[in-house]
C-alpha cells in the first residue's frame, strides 16, 4: 500500500506540473491577446478565446491521462488491463471520476485509481476556474453601471461651499480675513464653537 501511495504522489505531482505549465502559458498569450480594430473581429474573439482555452484545456487532460495509463500498463500484477488502448480508457474514466466499472484492476494497485480520481477532481476545479476567469474577463464587465468620472479641479472649486470659495478670492486679492468669520457656526463642531 505505501508504494501504492508513492506513485499516486509521483503520478499527481506531474499531472499538476503538467496543469500548472499548459495553464500559466495559456495565461500569459491570454493576456498579450490584443483587441481587433473591426467590429466583426471584436465580436468574434470572445468566442474564439472561450473555445481555444476549453481545447486546450481538453488537451491538457489528455496530456494528463498518458501517464497514468502508462503507469498502469507497467505495474508488476496488474492483469486486468490487457492494451494501451484499455489503459487510457480506465484511466480517462477515473480521472474524470466517471467511475463505470466495466474495466477495473485489481490486486494492490486498486488504492491508485482512487488517488487519480482525487486528482482528476482537483485538476477539473482548477479548469473550471480557469475558464471562469476567462468568461469574466471577456464578459464581466458587459450591462454593469461605468464608474462616474471623477470632477476636474475647476469643477471640485466651483462645487465648494460659498464660503470656502469666498476666502479663496479674498486671498487671490490680497485681502486676509480671519479663518473663523467665513466659517457659519452650523460647520464648527460643538468643541470649537465653546
Known sequence: MFGCILVGSLLSVLTVGIHALGTAWW??????????????ARKILPIRLLCT?????????????????????????NDGLASFEQACYFA?????????GDIVIQGPWRMLSAIQAMTGLLVFGWSTALLFAVV???????????????PQLADAVRQR?????????????GVTTPHRAHVPAAILTKREAA
Do not use: N
Open 136 to 150: 469574466e474577463r471577456i464578459w464581466g464587465d458587459r450591462g454593469q453601471a461605468q464608474p462616474e468620472p471623477q
Open 161 to 173: 461651499p460659498r464660503v470656502v470659495r469666498s476666502r479663496q478670492l479674498a486671498a487671490a486679492q
Open 92 to 100: 480517462t474514466v477515473t480521472f474524470s471520476a466517471l467511475g463505470y
Open 27 to 40: 495565461i500569459g498569450c491570454l493576456k498579450r491577446t490584443r483587441v481587433p480594430h473591426g467590429l466583426r
Open 53 to 77: 482555452t476549453a481545447l486546450l484545456l481538453l488537451l491538457l487532460h489528455i496530456t494528463e491521462v498518458i501517464p497514468w495509463s502508462l503507469s498502469y500498463m507497467l505495474l508488476p500484477g
